[in-house]
């Protein structure tokens, strides 16, 4: 059997364990130290916009904090992206908070401008504007910042950000992660850079980013005890995971390269091939770091999502069906949700293919033996 071709595996730059050694040299093994302020200072040099970043020991744990900087409490609205990983949504629970989930527009497959505003006038119309508007890029695909910015600003709620799997990419050439009042970003093993796990919370303002490491630290008070006058998290970053980090942050631009080649061989793959529609950037305005290239199968001609991730399941080869989306999870039965069926039939037909910044050429290969193979099918 073949090796297996994964995804998106995690891919070391080759610097990752100097900066680690450094934290056992001077004995820095605890979620502080000069790693994460060093990863939180790259981070923001990269992100270029004036932002504040606190990291962490996860993306969800900053979602979570960036809903209760929102002051965001029991009962209250949350409108998010149906289409998304449960991770966008679940931190909406653990607040008590009620998800409003809302469709995905077929240019970006991200939040549908109209259909975010049938969910607020819903809202208004309950007597309870929602709170905060959770965005994804999803796959590394940029959300219509402009429109959704619109909206934010004419009912005055606030965005989150989640830009996950969007470090690297950018929309007018700004980068992802700076265009939520917060934003999100995650260093999980299969994103395009990771601290093995980790995430980072990105602010407007340092008032909060404090706020954020306050919090993330279990909420001690300035007191020679343990003085507390709010409930704290062990949310912080370790300091040999921010070294990871460090490391991985010399190889972000090289990453997003990398990920974006094989995007170009995907488009060369597809390029004569009206059965396999590969989603792509709609215009110049979208940069995607393409952390992982999607197909849409078209049901019409005879394949299904199901024979293809068989058959290169059959390879060794995997590939993963599109989010299934929050409105159709079982945990989520009866939350609101305005659209269509749009991200439904994308969760029908769509599949992830591999996608990794340390696929080799003879994996390229392989895949397109296999997709080779699946013509000969008709
Ligand atoms: C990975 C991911 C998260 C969660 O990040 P973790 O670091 O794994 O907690 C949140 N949202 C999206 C869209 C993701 O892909």
Redesign the pocket.
């Known amino acids: 059997m073949d090796d297996k071709i994964w995804i998106s595996s995690p891919h070391m730059g080759g610097t990752e364990m100097k900066y680690i050694q450094d934290a056992f040299d001077e004995n820095w093994i605890a979620p502080l130290g000069p790693n994460v302020n060093g990863l939180e200072k790259d981070l923001e040099t990269y992100l270029g916009k004036e932002v504040h970043v606190a990291a962490l020991?996860?993306?969800?744990?900053?979602?979570h904090l960036a809903l209760i900087l929102l002051n965001i409490k029991a009962g209250d609205y949350v409108i998010c992206q149906s289409l998304?990983?449960s991770?966008?949504a679940n931190p909406i629970i653990y607040l008590g908070a009620v998800p409003i989930f809302v469709d995905s527009e077929k240019e970006t497959w991200n939040l549908c401008p109209n259909a975010v505003e049938d969910a607020i006038k819903f809202g208004i119309s309950k007597g309870k504007k929602p709170k905060a508007i959770i965005t994804?890029?999803?796959y590394g695909m940029p959300h219509q910042v402009d429109e959704i910015k619109e909206i934010s600003q004419r009912f005055d709620i606030p965005i989150i950000e989640?830009s996950?799997?969007a470090l690297g990419s950018t929309y007018k050439n700004q980068k992802c992660g700076t265009f939520g009042d917060f934003s999100?970003i995650?260093?999980?093993g299969?994103?395009i850079i990771t601290t093995s796990?980790?995430?980072a919370l990105v602010a407007k303002n340092i008032e909060f980013k404090n706020k954020a490491v306050f919090l993330s630290t279990q909420a001690k008070d300035e007191a020679p005890h343990y003085e507390h006058t709010s409930i704290g998290y062990n949310y912080r970053m370790s300091n040999i995971s921010a070294g990871i980090g460090r490391g991985q942050m010399e190889v972000l631009d090289l990453r997003v390269q990398q990920r974006r080649k094989n995007h170009l061989f995907y488009k060369e793959l597809f390029k004569d091939n009206s059965r396999f529609i590969l989603h792509t950037e709609p215009n110049e305005n979208y940069f995607s770091n393409h952390w992982l290239n999607v197909i849409t199968i078209d049901p019409d001609q005879h394949y299904t999502q199901e024979m293809v991730r068989e058959k290169f399941l059959r390879k060794n080869i995997e590939t993963r069906p599109i989010?299934k989306p929050m409105h159709l999870q079982p945990i989520f039965k009866g939350a609101q949700y305005f659209g269509s069926d749009l991200a439904e039939r994308l969760f029908q037909n769509g599949l992830c293919l591999p996608s990794g910044s340390n696929l080799t050429e003879k994996d390229l290969q392989r895949i397109t033996a296999t997709f080779e193979e699946l013509n000969q099918l008709l």
């Open positions: 020991s996860s993306g969800t744990a900053a979602l998304t990983f991770a966008s994804v890029s999803l989640d996950a799997e999100v995650s260093f999980n299969n994103k796990g980790g995430g989010w």
